[in-house]
Nanobody, 123 residues
Framework: QLQASGGGLVQAGGSLRLSCATS????????MGWFRQAPGKEREFVAS????????YYADSVKGRFTISRDNAKNTVYLHMNSLKPEDTAVYYC??????????????????WGQGTEVTVSS
Protein backbone atom coordinates (compact mmCIF):
# COMPACT_ATOMS: atom_id res chain seq x y z
CA GLN A 1 0.00 0.00 0.00
CA LEU A 2 1.28 3.47 -0.91
CA GLN A 3 0.14 6.74 0.65
CA ALA A 4 1.14 9.96 -1.10
CA SER A 5 0.94 13.31 0.67
CA GLY A 6 2.31 16.82 0.60
CA GLY A 7 0.39 18.31 -2.28
CA GLY A 8 -1.26 21.70 -2.12
CA LEU A 9 -1.55 25.14 -3.64
CA VAL A 10 1.65 27.09 -4.23
CA GLN A 11 2.63 30.15 -6.21
CA ALA A 12 4.89 29.91 -9.23
CA GLY A 13 8.51 29.81 -8.13
CA GLY A 14 7.63 28.12 -4.87
CA SER A 15 8.49 24.71 -3.50
CA LEU A 16 6.76 21.62 -2.21
CA ARG A 17 7.89 18.27 -0.91
CA LEU A 18 5.80 15.23 -1.69
CA SER A 19 6.08 12.08 0.38
CA CYS A 20 5.05 8.53 -0.37
CA ALA A 21 4.95 6.11 2.52
CA THR A 22 4.74 2.41 1.83
CA SER A 23 3.62 -0.50 3.94
CA UNK A 24 3.21 -4.19 3.50
CA UNK A 25 6.10 -4.58 1.09
CA UNK A 26 9.88 -4.89 1.13
CA UNK A 27 10.32 -1.27 0.19
CA UNK A 28 14.10 -1.07 0.34
CA UNK A 29 14.62 -3.52 -2.54
CA UNK A 30 12.32 -1.86 -5.08
CA UNK A 31 12.58 0.87 -7.67
CA MET A 32 10.23 3.76 -6.91
CA GLY A 33 8.81 6.33 -9.26
CA TRP A 34 6.75 9.49 -9.38
CA PHE A 35 4.31 10.19 -12.18
CA ARG A 36 1.81 12.99 -12.71
CA GLN A 37 -1.41 13.58 -14.60
CA ALA A 38 -2.53 17.07 -15.52
CA PRO A 39 -6.20 17.81 -16.24
CA GLY A 40 -7.14 16.50 -19.66
CA LYS A 41 -3.74 14.92 -20.25
CA GLU A 42 -2.23 11.47 -20.01
CA ARG A 43 -0.23 10.38 -17.02
CA GLU A 44 3.47 11.04 -17.50
CA PHE A 45 6.75 10.08 -15.92
CA VAL A 46 8.41 12.53 -13.53
CA ALA A 47 11.26 10.76 -11.73
CA SER A 48 12.47 7.39 -10.53
CA UNK A 49 15.03 6.14 -8.03
CA UNK A 50 16.83 2.86 -7.54
CA UNK A 51 16.63 0.79 -4.39
CA UNK A 52 19.82 2.24 -2.90
CA UNK A 53 19.05 5.83 -3.85
CA UNK A 54 22.24 6.17 -5.89
CA UNK A 55 20.51 5.93 -9.28
CA UNK A 56 17.97 8.53 -10.31
CA TYR A 57 16.32 9.52 -13.55
CA TYR A 58 14.21 12.57 -14.42
CA ALA A 59 11.92 13.75 -17.12
CA ASP A 60 13.46 16.62 -19.07
CA SER A 61 10.64 18.90 -17.98
CA VAL A 62 11.65 18.67 -14.30
CA LYS A 63 15.39 18.10 -14.51
CA GLY A 64 17.27 20.60 -12.37
CA ARG A 65 14.13 21.60 -10.45
CA PHE A 66 12.91 18.36 -8.87
CA THR A 67 14.86 15.88 -6.75
CA ILE A 68 13.76 12.37 -5.89
CA SER A 69 15.11 10.74 -2.75
CA ARG A 70 14.27 7.89 -0.43
CA ASP A 71 14.65 6.86 3.18
CA ASN A 72 14.56 3.09 3.33
CA ALA A 73 14.49 3.11 7.13
CA LYS A 74 11.20 5.02 6.96
CA ASN A 75 9.88 3.20 3.89
CA THR A 76 9.33 6.58 2.27
CA VAL A 77 10.20 8.17 -1.05
CA TYR A 78 10.20 11.93 -1.54
CA LEU A 79 9.88 14.35 -4.41
CA HIS A 80 11.38 17.75 -3.68
CA MET A 81 9.94 20.26 -6.13
CA ASN A 82 11.54 23.68 -6.54
CA SER A 83 10.95 26.56 -8.95
CA LEU A 84 7.45 25.31 -9.57
CA LYS A 85 5.66 26.41 -12.72
CA PRO A 86 1.93 26.48 -13.55
CA GLU A 87 2.54 23.62 -15.97
CA ASP A 88 3.56 21.45 -13.01
CA THR A 89 -0.08 21.48 -11.88
CA ALA A 90 -1.22 17.87 -11.75
CA VAL A 91 -2.11 14.96 -9.54
CA TYR A 92 1.15 13.29 -8.54
CA TYR A 93 1.32 9.53 -8.06
CA CYS A 94 4.00 7.36 -6.55
CA UNK A 95 4.53 3.83 -7.74
CA UNK A 96 6.60 0.72 -7.11
CA UNK A 97 8.34 -1.44 -9.68
CA UNK A 98 8.56 -4.72 -7.82
CA UNK A 99 10.09 -6.71 -10.68
CA UNK A 100 13.19 -4.86 -11.84
CA UNK A 101 16.39 -3.51 -10.42
CA UNK A 102 17.02 -1.00 -13.22
CA UNK A 103 15.14 2.29 -12.90
CA UNK A 104 12.51 2.90 -15.53
CA UNK A 105 10.36 5.71 -16.88
CA UNK A 106 7.74 3.37 -18.32
CA UNK A 107 4.39 3.32 -16.53
CA UNK A 108 3.87 -0.28 -17.56
CA UNK A 109 6.89 -1.33 -15.48
CA UNK A 110 5.25 -0.13 -12.24
CA UNK A 111 2.77 -2.50 -10.68
CA UNK A 112 1.71 -0.79 -7.43
CA TRP A 113 0.32 2.74 -7.33
CA GLY A 114 -0.67 5.22 -4.67
CA GLN A 115 -3.86 7.27 -4.70
CA GLY A 116 -2.27 10.54 -5.79
CA THR A 117 -1.79 13.96 -4.24
CA GLU A 118 -2.84 17.13 -5.99
CA VAL A 119 -0.42 19.96 -6.74
CA THR A 120 -1.69 23.30 -8.00
CA VAL A 121 0.74 26.02 -9.04
CA SER A 122 -0.76 29.47 -9.50
CA SER A 123 0.77 32.07 -11.79
Amino acid sequence: QLQASGGGLVQAGGSLRLSCATSGRTFSTHVMGWFRQAPGKEREFVASIGWSGRSTYYADSVKGRFTISRDNAKNTVYLHMNSLKPEDTAVYYCAIDSSRTEISSRMADYDYWGQGTEVTVSS
